[in-house]
């Protein structure tokens, strides 16, 4: 079964913890991404990455970190940094490097909640 | 001017209902225009891409207009299973990448 997979799909953290949430695809697509969705927003772009070992800051950096080891992984860390960290959080992939006319798949997302 | 606005909504409609979505986007360079689908604490899904010709899949019909800067999306005969949130996506936004509209929020009732 081809598709993206994010773990967990629900996480509480404490302030000051830094978590990571999970994304994979089998979908051998190169370019992976992660939003933030809040109540009544639209997605915003936190990082994105069009190939293994480089990845880019999208709108909303600060307080996020990725890595890109494995085409199938993106996993996104949310540090202490990140002042506001309670949201839904979607990670997507889409099949071209770049992003003209490609489509975006999303995963389930992971809804991350701080104490 | 934000850019990519839609009508928050709700809609509320009959089943069998034709209704209208409509989204502006303030970015003329924009290239790719998309229409997706949200349910409630759920993913985005795709829905449909946009063309310059405008396209039909079944119920749903999306136009774009470039010369406004305006994409819609048309639904007939409304269904129960149509009550979701409906975002619009354009791709070429400021920092060239996709920007989501807020998402219109339809509710089909019996």
């Known amino acids: 079964d081809g598709g993206i997979t994010q773990s967990p799909k629900y996480l509480f953290r404490k302030e000051g913890q830094n978590v990571t949430l999970s994304c994979e695809q089998n979908l051998n697509h190169d370019a992976m991404y992660w939003y933030r969705q809040d109540p009544g927003q639209g997605l915003r772009l936190i990082y994105y990455?069009?190939?293994?070992?480089?990845?880019q800051k999208g709108d909303i950096a600060e307080g996020y970190s990725v890595s890109r080891e494995k085409k199938e992984s993106f996993p996104l860390t949310v540090t202490s940094a990140q002042k506001n960290p309670t949201a839904f959080y979607l990670c997507?992939?889409?099949?071209?490097?770049?992003?003209?006319?490609?489509?975006?798949?999303f995963g389930p997302g992971t809804r991350l909640t701080v104490l | 001017r934000k850019e990519v606005e839609q009508d928050p909504g709700p809609f509320n409609v009959p089943e069998g209902a034709t209704v209208a979505f409509n989204c502006t986007y303030s970015n003329s360079a924009s290239q790719s225009f998309f229409w997706y689908r949200q349910d409630c604490r759920k993913e985005p899904k795709l829905l449909m891409s946009?063309?310059?010709s405008g396209n039909e899949d079944g119920r749903f019909t999306a136009q774009l207009n470039r010369a406004s800067q305006y994409i819609s999306l048309l639904i007939r005969d409304s269904k129960l299973s149509d009550s979701a949130t409906y975002l619009c996506v354009v791709y070429g936004g400021s920092q060239g990448n996709l920007i989501f509209g807020k998402g219109t929020k339809l509710s089909v009732k019996p």
């Open positions: 990455s069009q190939i293994v070992n480089d990845f």
């Open positions: 997507a992939s889409s099949a071209q490097r770049d992003w003209e006319g490609d489509t975006q798949y």
């Open positions: 946009v063309y310059s």
